[in-house]
T-cell receptor, first 116, second 114 residues
Framework: DSGVTQTPKHLITATGQRVTLRCSPR?????VYWYQQSLDQGLQFLIH???????AKGNILERFSAQQFPDLHSELNLSSLELGDSALYFC???????????????FGEGSWLTVV | QKEVEQDPGPLSVPEGAIVSLNCTYS??????FMWYRQYSRKGPELLMY????GNKEDGRFTAQVDKSSKYISLFIRDSQPSDSATYLC??????????????FGTGTLLAVQP
């Protein structure tokens, strides 16, 4: 158990709908990252927050948004869902915000999203 | 062209074999290199972390980085059925302390047969 908690574990929704994925980082971690894993694209970086501040964005669609709250939990909002958004969405956390030996990134178990 | 290329496999080996997993990359700014292991329907977990070029050994695992060739490897000695998983290479540049985002390879599926 990495200590990163994600809910829900599984979600099935229809095209055009909106869903919210939730993440609680490990105790003491200030950084939260979101990744998308699909069969054809692999594990893709979406966005990074550090202590409530957006630090980096990957190829995140405009239909997707995220935020990190004062209690450090994070939410990833996916709207106007399309079939191609079906994927495993991972949240990860680390203590610091930058790259450094010891700033290990720990991944949660993921949220399986199926869009039908 | 993807920044990180990894042979997706699958790779099947008998128990006790030496396994070699590899990734190539195109971004010369990458300085930090990692290998993650992902069991089916689980999150990736960090196996090895290497900074810049060189070798690092941890038990049955050895990570090698050759920055001049933009090539990294993970060797698993005396492979066990419990090593059966997807192995992902991951890399990061020095973003001036701003972020620790990782760029992943697509993963190699390894099966160790008893």
């Amino acid at each position: 158990d990495s200590g990163v908690t994600q809910t829900p574990k599984h979600l099935i929704t229809a095209t055009g709908q909106r869903v919210t994925l939730r993440c609680s980082p490990r105790s003491g971690d200030l950084s939260v990252y979101w990744y998308q894993q699909s069969l054809d694209q692999g594990l893709q970086f979406l966005i990074h927050y550090y202590n409530g501040e957006e630090r980096a964005k990957g190829n995140i669609l405009e239909r997707f948004s995220a935020q990190q709250f004062p209690d450090l939990h994070s939410e990833l909002n996916l709207s106007s869902l399309e079939l191609g958004d079906s994927a495993l969405y991972f949240c990860a956390s680390s203590v610091g915000g930058g790259q450094a030996i010891g700033n290990t990134i720990y991944f949660g178990e993921g949220s399986w999203l199926t869009v039908v | 062209q993807k920044e990180v290329e990894q042979d997706p496999g699958p790779l099947s080996v008998p128990e006790g074999a030496i396994v070699s997993l590899n990734c190539t990359y195109s971004n010369s700014a990458f300085q930090y290199f990692m290998w993650y292991r992902q069991y089916s329907r689980k999150g990736p977990e960090l196996l090895m972390y290497t900074y810049s070029s060189g070798n690092k050994e941890d038990g049955r695992f050895t990570a090698q980085v050759d920055k001049s060739s933009k090539y990294i490897s993970l060797f698993i000695r005396d492979s066990q059925p419990s090593d059966s998983a997807t192995y992902l290479c991951a890399m990061s540049a020095n973003y001036g302390g701003a972020t620790n985002k990782l760029i992943f390879g697509t993963g190699t599926l390894l099966a160790v047969q008893p």
